[in-house]
């Protein structure tokens, strides 16, 4: 299968109340991306959280004591951020040399919450991940088709670590338009062996794909990726998380 990936360009700083949808087509339009039908759009996370109104001034935080006691376990932390992690957070899975491993009320497990400092609107801003990131991209899938009237799948981003590995690798948050697992038990393998277990995480695959036109700091937060051929789905990027009774790592 061929496929390409396209960073799109000229999309303008996001400010909370902006129509994400409308500024993307815009940019798509200049880029002479189109889109096309059958296209999968991805968004990094920051610029929807941005739209979202889902930032918040650390003006405004009053870090409580077991912030300042978290805070002071680490070097480069700021008590009122370790605050916003905390009201984020549903479970704690680790707390190490200054690391804070935390579960999302979405149930995303990650560090920090997803609290992010950089690219903020000032230095006294952070952002928080979406409230609900698959109803985020459907929000843009619709804007897409009321405004380009192309049908066109969606997948909100955000980096992760990963246990095992070093560096941090772009995954699917929320996804509309596509199934986001690439189920293949049931064909068979080169040799004729039926395939039992065999489940692509495709949504995260072409986040990871995305990302490498996405980069932090240059001013790319979207890409276009085309001539991948998936499956029309409502989607749902919690397909993409597993259950706490299959989990043998939290």
Not at 44 to 72: D, I, Y
Not at 98 to 109: M, Q, S, W
Request: aromatic share 4%.
């Amino acid at each position: 299968m061929n496929f390409s990936v396209h960073p799109v360009p000229n999309v303008p700083m996001i400010h909370p109340g902006d129509d994400l949808g409308a500024l993307l087509c815009d940019a798509l339009g200049q880029a002479q991306l189109g889109p096309q039908n059958g296209d999968i759009l991805v968004v990094c996370q920051k610029v929807v959280s941005k739209a979202e109104g889902r930032v918040v001034n650390l003006n405004t935080v009053t870090p409580s004591p077991f912030a300042r006691q978290l805070a002071a376990m680490t070097t480069d932390k700021d008590p009122r951020v370790v605050e916003v992690i905390l009201a984020e957070t549903s479970r704690i899975v680790k707390m190490d040399r200054g690391h804070l491993i935390v579960e999302t009320g979405p149930g995303y497990v990650c560090a920090n919450a997803g609290v992010d400092e950089s690219n903020s609107l000032d230095d006294e801003t952070v952002i928080l991940l979406p409230k609900d990131s698959d109803a985020s991209a459907h929000r843009i899938a619709a804007a897409i088709k009321i405004r380009a009237k192309r049908e066109v799948a969606v997948i909100v981003t955000d980096t992760f670590g990963r246990p095992w590995r070093e560096g941090l690798v772009d995954f699917a948050l929320g996804v509309a338009g596509m199934e986001p697992l690439l189920d293949l038990r049931g064909q068979k393998d080169l040799n004729g062996r039926e395939l039992h277990h065999t489940v692509h995480a495709q949504a995260d695959a072409l986040a990871a794909a995305a990302g490498l036109v996405m980069r932090k700091g240059a001013g790319i937060p979207a890409a276009i990726i085309r001539g991948y051929a998936y499956q029309h789905a409502d989607g749902g990027a919690a397909k993409l998380l597993r259950s706490r009774e299959f989990d043998l790592f939290r």
